[in-house]
């Protein structure tokens, strides 16, 4: 069996998975897999998967995305979405609630400077018909290997564990 050189060995504690996920989080040009779903016209659920940039901004997760795309309406309609950040053996997972969207042209400084310093582009120039998705944790999960999957939540109804 191999193992990966980059994990330490053994599991990390509470306190570590959290500064690692927030470092995570935080880092610059980080992307992040964002699945939505939406009832197709059987009434089955359609879940859609899209990779997109991602800021952490005031403890949020901030996407901008075209109100009129498939994740934009999909996360206008129900207001709920999973992301998964990082690799299989080193994954952070959140469930968040859509706390609000703001028109690009109308967002606050503090969204729409705070997602373009960390995202790797800015919606802004010619983005009249995107938005800021700002997306409020409601569970987070982090592990790296299975010695990590006991004591995986992080968060549970929005509060840090």
Do not use: F, K
Not at 63 to 82: C, D, K, P, V
């Amino acid at each position: 069996m191999t193992t990966n050189p980059q994990v330490a060995p053994g599991p990390r504690t509470r306190e570590q998975r959290r500064a690692d996920t927030l470092a995570m989080l935080t880092s610059p040009v980080r992307d992040v897999w964002v699945a939505t779903a939406s009832t197709a016209a059987d009434g089955q659920p359609a879940p859609y998967l899209v990779p997109l940039s991602l800021a952490w901004i005031d403890d949020r997760v901030v996407l901008a995305r075209e109100a009129t795309s498939r994740t934009g309406r999909n996360l206008l309609a129900t207001g709920t979405a999973r992301l998964s950040l990082g690799a299989t053996r080193d994954v952070v997972m959140i469930d968040a609630d859509l706390e609000r969207s703001v028109r690009v042209a109308e967002a606050p400084p503090e969204i729409a400077e705070g997602y373009a310093s960390q995202a790797d582009w800015d919606p802004r120039p010619g983005g009249e018909h995107d938005v800021y998705l700002v997306l409020r944790p409601r569970r987070v999960l982090a592990w790296r290997e299975v010695d990590e999957l006991a004591g995986r939540t992080l968060m549970r109804d929005g509060e840090w564990l």
